[in-house]
């Protein structure tokens, strides 16, 4: 992805469709077409403006001929690549390539998923593994749980340490009008919440809720002419480590490690210039390694690094200020809803937990069992 070129499409469009627990018998493509719809809203367009179209869901196995014939449209460029939640980082990168080429020039990237409505395990049945299932794991909590207790094994990060990651999510939740959680938490609720996979209490985990979305992507010259300030990609970065846990080459190290360099030598720019992080938290340990991964600090000191407010509100550096998987939402492959956010502080559009000047914010997807990492980095026109 090298060839891609810093600022050469933006978003124009963003939105989420309905989230929590949807009215009965939704489906996942309603979901994906009420995004949409929203999306397009947002951006001053219509349907028959959308040539390009990039869907990934578990619940809808092709789904850009499915939500294609649902939306009644045929574009010209489609991409149904699904890597897990980090599906959608990976579809701005190839929608850039598709802009940059000529191939679609309004493209749009969404999502649907209704797991609240008939459970986890039915929106998402996990594929028999002959090396690991007859150990019978819970994946995908399990998996999470090794990385996290190698983790305090190896470096001393604690649980309280880990608490403190989703205690800050809720702080910022409760300056979000659309999350899920509506009440305080504290560290020794997360300790002394229900066990689910040592070092996990049900606290660290993220929620599973229905819910979906969708952005709109345009080249940079059209999204000058459309109704919103448009948002740049200033850098792309995509890698894959493994498929299974027990392939992971160091469960203290993330393909983040790979992926962000990425984006930041296309963006031109390092961690220091990112005003805000959006960070893929389907648990407590994925932030804390994604900070260590993506530069924000040195390898083992992810647990340190969040104590003590750093990334809640007033804290030094905003992560996840929806309040993330572990407060907002979680509709299964929460990636798209990770960029979301990114967007709307870019665009100055998040109220209460608005950060002051964000011109540049990092968004960054997770996929598998920590397999696919894939970081977008988003900027004003000031960034460019």
Not at 110 to 121: D, F, I, K, P
Not at 266 to 294: C, H, N, Q, R, W
Not at 352 to 367: F, K, M, S, W, Y
Request: hydrophobic share 40%; aromatic share 6%.
């Amino acid at each position: 992805m090298t060839t891609l070129r810093k600022g050469s499409i933006a978003v124009v469009g963003a939105d989420e469709s309905d989230l929590g627990l949807v009215a009965p018998n939704t489906s996942p493509l309603d979901l994906m077409a009420q995004a949409t719809i929203r999306a397009l809203d947002d951006a001053g367009l219509t349907l028959k403006d959308v040539d390009g179209l990039f869907v990934a869901a578990t619940q809808v196995r092709m789904g850009p001929m499915a939500l294609a014939e649902y939306l009644r449209i045929k574009p010209k460029y489609f991409d149904g690549t699904i890597i897990g939640g980090s599906s959608f980082m990976t579809h701005v990168a190839h929608a850039q390539a598709a802009i940059e080429h000529g191939l679609c020039e309004v493209a749009v990237i969404a999502y649907g998923s209704t797991q609240r409505s008939v459970s986890r395990a039915a929106a998402s049945p996990r594929e028999y593994n002959y090396y690991e299932s007859p150990y019978r794991p819970i994946l995908p909590i399990s998996a999470y749980a090794m990385a996290a207790a190698r983790h305090m094994h190896q470096f001393g990060t604690t649980r309280e340490q880990l608490a403190e990651v989703a205690v800050s999510a809720r702080q910022w939740a409760l300056k979000n009008p659309k999350a899920w959680e509506k009440e305080p938490l504290t560290i020794e609720q997360v300790l002394n919440a229900r066990m689910v996979s040592y070092p996990f209490t049900v606290r660290d985990c993220c929620l599973v809720v229905d819910g979906g979305g969708a952005i709109v992507l345009t080249s940079a010259a059209r999204a000058k002419t459309l109704k919103k300030k448009p948002v740049y990609v200033l850098g792309v970065g995509e890698a894959l480590s493994h498929a299974n846990i027990s392939s992971m080459p160091d469960l203290t190290v993330s393909a983040a490690s790979e992926s962000g360099p990425k984006a930041y030598a296309m963006a031109g720019i390092g961690p220091k210039d990112v005003d805000m992080l959006s960070l893929y938290d389907a648990f407590t340990i994925t932030p804390i390694l994604f900070l260590e991964d993506l530069g924000f600090c040195p390898k083992g000191e992810g647990g340190r690094f969040v104590q003590g407010g750093t990334i809640a509100p007033g804290g030094k550096l905003p992560v996840n200020t929806s309040g993330g998987g572990l407060s907002y939402c979680h509709p299964g492959m929460y990636g798209l809803l990770v960029m979301i956010e990114a967007i709307r502080q870019v665009r100055g559009e998040a109220g209460e937990r608005q950060v002051p000047g964000c011109d540049i914010a990092l968004a960054h997807g997770n996929g598998g069992v920590l397999s696919s990492q894939c970081t977008v980095i988003f900027g004003s026109e000031a960034a460019l």
